[in-house]
């Protein structure tokens, strides 16, 4: 059985870091294409970063040059480091195993 689960969400502060993680179980994640996706109140549900099984990354221009995703396949997990981060940042971010296999998300609220 497919499951992902994220952690490391909760309420930062506007400016601070935070460092969410997803460990994947039941597929061959050293395989997948890995992404962190979010959905902000009101809005649709928007990629944010894509990590290779070779860990080459991507990210959209919002999240560039202050968000940094990694993974170590050894332990079937998948990070994303967030720095100088925002109130617009504000949101349930989501993990996905190749955009077909999600985690349930977790919430992270900014404060200014």
């Known amino acids: 059985q497919v499951q992902l689960v994220e952690s490391g969400g909760g309420l930062g502060q506007a400016g601070g870091s935070l460092r969410l993680a997803c460990v994947v179980f039941?597929?061959?994640?050293?395989?997948?294409?890995m992404g962190w996706y979010r959905q902000a109140p009101g809005k649709q549900r928007e990629l944010v970063a894509v990590?290779?099984?070779?860990?080459?990354?991507n990210y959209v221009d919002p999240v560039r040059g202050r968000f940094t995703s990694s993974r170590d396949n050894a332990k079937n997990t998948v990070t994303l480091h967030m720095s100088s981060l925002k109130p617009e940042d504000t949101a349930v971010y989501y993990c996905?195993?190749?955009?077909?296999?999600w985690g349930p998300g977790t919430q992270l609220t900014l404060t200014s």
């Open positions: 996905s195993a190749g955009g077909d296999c």
């Open positions: 990590i290779t099984s070779g860990s080459r990354t």
């Open positions: 039941g597929i061959f994640f050293s395989r997948r294409v």
